[in-house]
């Protein structure tokens, strides 16, 4: 049986979001309980952006497609960790040419963001020059430890740039407990359609 490493954020009213915005909290309510001689039923409201998700090109492209438009197959299969823990403010071309990236790889990157629960604010992106050396491998899809592949960009040339190249965008996973190297990825959003991402399970298995 191989090792299961769990590297989703867990969905609670406290968690981690982006810049801490109150209104990006989820919110967990009780509709219905035992004490009403009812079964206990809560609702979840929440962004589709929160803790561990997919991201859908029409996040950043006017008129782009959709979550229910990135099967299965593109999120589960051989993937790689890189430990880019080393590294401040962003990650460059120059920090990825040394892992010698091929075409078609699904690639995590471990930073700092992997070691707090808390928002950071100037955490570790891939900057736009990044995106462009990957988009020119081909790789498959990149996911990221941070709640946001970009930061301090105009015009959101990381996003625009890895989802015009059909470059699949997975942010906020945990990598605290998972080493670098190769592992079998699982990424399984919820089953939605004509939005603009979706929260997601994410698993490796070595």
Request: proline share 5%; charged share 25%.
């Amino acid at each position: 049986m191989p090792k299961i490493y769990d590297i989703s954020m867990t969905i609670e009213e406290n968690m981690q979001v982006w810049k801490s915005y109150e209104h990006k909290k989820p919110r967990i309510t009780n509709v219905q309980n035992h004490d009403e001689g009812k079964p206990h039923e809560s609702l979840l409201t929440m962004n589709v952006h929160t803790g561990t998700h997919v991201d859908a090109p029409l996040h950043m492209l006017a008129g782009g497609e959709t979550i229910e438009t990135i099967s299965l197959e593109r999120l589960c299969g051989p993937a790689r960790v890189l430990d880019l823990t080393h590294v401040r403010e962003y990650i460059t071309k120059d920090d990825l040419v040394p892992f010698a990236i091929q075409r078609g790889e699904r690639l995590l990157f471990k930073t700092a963001s992997s070691f707090t629960e808390e928002f950071l604010v100037e955490f570790v992106f891939l900057r736009e020059d990044g995106a462009r050396y990957l988009a020119e491998i081909g790789i498959n899809l990149v996911v990221t430890d941070a709640l946001g592949i970009e930061r301090a960009q105009p015009e959101y040339p990381t996003h625009r740039t890895l989802m015009r190249n059909d470059i699949i965008i997975v942010e906020g996973v945990r990598l605290k407990d998972v080493e670098a190297g190769n592992y079998t990825l699982i990424i399984a959003p919820l089953k939605m359609t004509g939005i603009d991402a979706s929260p997601a399970r994410a698993f490796l298995m070595d």
